[in-house]
């Protein structure tokens, strides 16, 4: 079954730019798209199309990808950014999420 | 404002069942593909299944294959998941989710609140 991989966590200090990094075999052919997901709260889509942003998102919000590693970015990172983070792809009509990586911003 | 509003979860046994129920507003519920996405206390998430706007396509993952059925009503503006043989590891927060599909590419906006549902004795 297809996969897709994050770290488990990142840490940022407020103002600096957060990365957090999304590898799967043959993601180069698929989209990516991320979501944030607070405590108690449901996902929100922030990124879409592996670069594309939802109206309503920040930008210092931004995704990109090289070969089969999908990013992202934030940038200026603020305190309520804070959460939970997952990418997401869609592989023969599955859709599979990664493990989810754990921003902290202190 | 798109809306996306689940019910029906709650507390069964091993081996009962269960329908969950996802009320739509805000949009023409028949243009899309819909999905339930679970996510396990303390755990990530996992896409359940997916219906295409007029039902003749459902795709499941393969831990529910056979238990669960995804369904619709479109004149109802709702969507609907039927969980039998309920499992330990089927406990979980579902959410309803309108999908975007692309010949690359496939995600999720909005999301519902979500809709507990824990399987224990």
């Known amino acids: 079954s297809y996969e897709l991989t994050q770290p488990p966590s990142v840490s940022v200090s407020p103002g600096h730019t957060a990365s957090i990094s999304c590898s799967g075999d043959t993601l180069g052919d698929k989209y990516a798209c991320w979501y944030q997901q607070k405590p108690g709260q449901s996902p929100v889509l922030v990124i879409y199309?592996?670069?594309q942003r939802p109206s309503g998102i920040p930008e210092r919000f931004s995704g990109s990808k090289s070969g089969n590693t999908a990013t992202l970015t934030i940038s200026g990172t603020q305190a309520l950014d804070e959460a939970d983070y997952y990418c997401?792809?869609?592989?023969?009509?599955?859709?599979?999420f990664g493990g989810g990586t754990k921003l902290t911003v202190l | 404002e798109v809306q996306l509003v689940e019910s029906g979860g709650g507390l069964v046994q091993p081996g009962e069942s269960l329908k969950l129920s996802c009320a739509a507003s805000g949009f023409t519920f028949s243009y899309y593909w819909m999905s339930w996405v679970r996510q396990a206390p303390g755990k990530g998430l996992e896409w359940v299944a997916n219906?295409?706007?007029?039902?003749?396509?459902?795709y499941y993952v393969d831990s529910v294959k056979g238990r669960f059925t995804i369904s619709r009503d479109n004149a109802k503006n709702s969507l609907y998941l039927q969980m039998n043989s309920l499992r330990a590891e089927d406990t979980a927060v579902y959410y309803c989710?309108?999908?975007?599909?692309?010949?690359?590419?496939?995600?999720?906006?909005?999301w519902g609140q979500g809709t507990l549902v824990t399987v224990s004795s």
């Open positions: 199309q592996d670069s």
């Open positions: 219906i295409k706007q007029d039902g003749s396509e459902r």
């Open positions: 989710a309108r999908d975007t599909l692309h010949i690359r590419g496939w995600w999720f906006d909005p």
């Open positions: 997401q792809a869609w592989d023969s009509n599955y859709v599979v």
